[in-house]
């Protein structure tokens, strides 16, 4: 790994010793648009080399087979933070009830984590998720970021910090759409002045979970779904239950008992069934449901 001199003040290099990790699987399991694959694309093959940026500094990461290896200026406790590696994965899966298919998507699965990205680009890339696939997800994240965000390299790359709200605000719905999000616009521009003016992330972990999906819902286009999975993959919420297409069908099929239409009465089953991680057991049965592990 090598970059240029504009990320490299202040960055160490270190490895750390994975346990019950899969980099390639965590990163590219559909959870995140935050992370970037050095020289290719995320959702797509390639080397197992990634980056991000967090509060504006880079992190570098690359699967050595038996290290992950390291460059950044954020302590290794962060870095394993934002890779869900500070959490005991064998914990987690022994606080779960019995459960036969759960337990086929953890042999399948296992190694996958949990990621903890920044707030805002966590939020603004889920306010491009509705009625779109995984891939343009990530493609017009992209996009904001090149067109908003401030421009470095990586590898001899070019590659973006996304924007932070003050850099984004400057966008108007109008701009936004010229960048392929249609009526999301909206949603993205008006989110962005909501948090400028009167809403701080940092708050939501003095809330409880019910109480910091409702503050979740005051930003525009933000609802039951978009804020669970910003809560889940941002603000350190492991009991959210992003319920997808994906996650409907799998619990609708396998677990008749917990399905409802009603949105908050099938995650309240699913966190009185799971637990404080229910994220957790509902993200190995998204990915299974969408890799066929599982029948749906």
Same mark, same amino acid.
């Given at each position: 790994?090598?970059?240029? &001199?504009?990320?490299?003040?202040?960055?160490?290099?270190?490895?750390?010793? !994975?346990?019950?990790?899969?980099?390639?699987?965590?990163?590219?399991?559909? /959870?995140?648009?935050?992370?970037?694959?050095?020289?290719?694309?995320?959702?797509?093959?390639?080397? !197992?080399?990634?980056?991000?940026?967090?509060?504006?500094?880079?992190?570098?990461?690359?699967?050595?087979?038996?290290?992950?290896?390291?460059?950044?200026?954020? &302590?290794?406790?962060?870095?394993?933070?934002?890779?869900?590696?500070?959490?005991?994965?064998?914990?987690?899966?022994?606080?779960?009830?019995?459960?036969?298919?759960?337990?086929?998507?953890?042999?399948?699965?296992?190694?996958?984590?949990?990621?903890?990205?920044?707030?805002?680009?966590?939020?603004?890339?889920?306010?491009?998720?509705?009625?779109?696939?995984?891939?343009?997800?990530?493609?017009?994240?992209?996009?904001?970021?090149?067109?908003?965000?401030?421009?470095?390299?990586?590898?001899?790359? &070019?590659?973006?910090?996304?924007?932070?709200?003050?850099?984004?605000?400057?966008?108007?719905?109008?701009?936004?759409?010229?960048?392929?999000?249609?009526?999301?616009?909206?949603?993205?521009?008006?989110?962005?002045?909501?948090?400028?003016?009167?809403?701080?992330?940092?708050?939501?972990?003095?809330?409880?979970?019910?109480?910091?999906?409702?503050?979740?819902?005051?930003?525009?286009?933000?609802?039951?779904?978009?804020?669970?999975?910003?809560?889940?993959?941002?603000?350190?919420?492991?009991?959210?239950?992003?319920?997808?297409?994906?996650?409907?069908?799998?619990?609708?099929?396998?677990?008749?008992?917990?399905?409802?239409?009603?949105? /908050?009465?099938?995650?309240?089953?699913?966190?009185?069934?799971?637990?404080?991680?229910?994220?957790?057991?509902?993200?190995?049965?998204?990915?299974?449901?969408?890799?066929?592990?599982?029948?749906?």
């Amino acid at each position: 790994m090598s970059f240029s &001199t504009k990320t490299l003040t202040d960055m160490e290099k270190f490895s750390i010793n !994975p346990e019950n990790f899969d980099l390639e699987l965590t990163l590219t399991c559909g /959870q995140t648009f935050c992370w970037n694959r050095i020289n290719g694309e995320l959702y797509g093959e390639g080397k !197992p080399e990634f980056y991000t940026f967090r509060n504006g500094k880079p992190i570098i990461v690359e699967d050595k087979g038996d290290i992950i290896e390291v460059q950044t200026s954020h &302590t290794k406790k962060e870095v394993k933070k934002a890779l869900g590696m500070d959490k005991d994965l064998n914990k987690i899966f022994s606080s779960f009830p019995e459960d036969k298919i759960l337990e086929k998507a953890e042999q399948k699965l296992w190694g996958l984590r949990i990621v903890q990205d920044d707030f805002f680009p966590c939020l603004i890339s889920y306010l491009c998720s509705p009625q779109m696939r995984i891939p343009r997800i990530k493609k017009m994240h992209n996009k904001i970021a090149e067109k908003y965000g401030e421009k470095t390299e990586i590898n001899g790359s &070019t590659a973006y910090k996304f924007p932070t709200p003050k850099q984004l605000s400057k966008a108007s719905e109008e701009d936004l759409r010229e960048l392929g999000v249609g009526y999301r616009a909206k949603y993205i521009h008006k989110s962005t002045k909501i948090i400028l003016e009167n809403f701080g992330p940092q708050e939501l972990s003095k809330m409880n979970y019910e109480e910091a999906l409702e503050e979740m819902k005051e930003l525009y286009g933000v609802g039951n779904k978009v804020g669970d999975c910003v809560l889940l993959f941002s603000a350190g919420f492991y009991e959210a239950t992003p319920l997808d297409t994906w996650a409907q069908q799998v619990i609708q099929k396998h677990y008749p008992k917990l399905h409802s239409d009603k949105y /908050q009465e099938c995650s309240k089953n699913i966190r009185n069934q799971y637990g404080e991680y229910s994220g957790y057991a509902l993200e190995y049965l998204f990915h299974a449901g969408r890799q066929g592990i599982i029948d749906l």
